[in-house]
């Protein structure tokens, strides 16, 4: 089972080094915190480490094999990655979003991870429009 798997990969995550995490803030971006949950450190870490395999599978896979069964293995092997990423990405953000529910903030339209684990929030100046679905038609 896929969250299994990636649950026994986050206890083999080290949180040594960076790995990717240079960034400096920008402006623009406000700081709202700092990330200190181990788990979802990990969680970063995985999904950083599955989109690059995600990536190079991509790069790789630009020649696609000329037979079927082989453009069907790489297909696959595609898609598995991308339900991975899928997964670890929002288990990723909806587990930043649980334990900082500062980052809910309107104010903000997105957050990202910065240099040090920092949480910052920052906005794109386009209007957010909020709309309502109705079960039903208007008469």
Not at 67 to 90: A, R, Y
Request: proline letters at 4%; a negative charge.
């Amino acid at each position: 089972m896929l969250l299994t798997s990636v649950l026994e990969r986050m206890k083999k995550v080290s949180l040594d080094g960076k790995l990717g995490l240079d960034s400096e803030v920008e402006e623009g971006e406000t700081v709202i915190g700092v990330l200190e949950n181990e788990d979802i450190k990990k969680l970063y870490i995985l999904m950083l480490e599955t989109s690059k395999k995600l990536v190079d599978l991509l790069k790789n896979s630009r020649d696609l094999p000329t037979s079927k069964e082989e453009c069907k293995k790489t297909l696959k092997e595609i898609q598995l990655l991308k339900n991975e990423k899928e997964l670890l990405s929002v288990c990723f953000w909806n587990s930043v979003r649980q334990e900082m529910p500062e980052t809910l903030d309107l104010d903000y339209d997105s957050i990202g991870i910065r240099k040090d684990w920092q949480v910052v929030g920052f906005s794109d100046e386009t209007p957010i429009i909020i709309t309502t679905a109705m079960p039903f038609p208007f008469i």
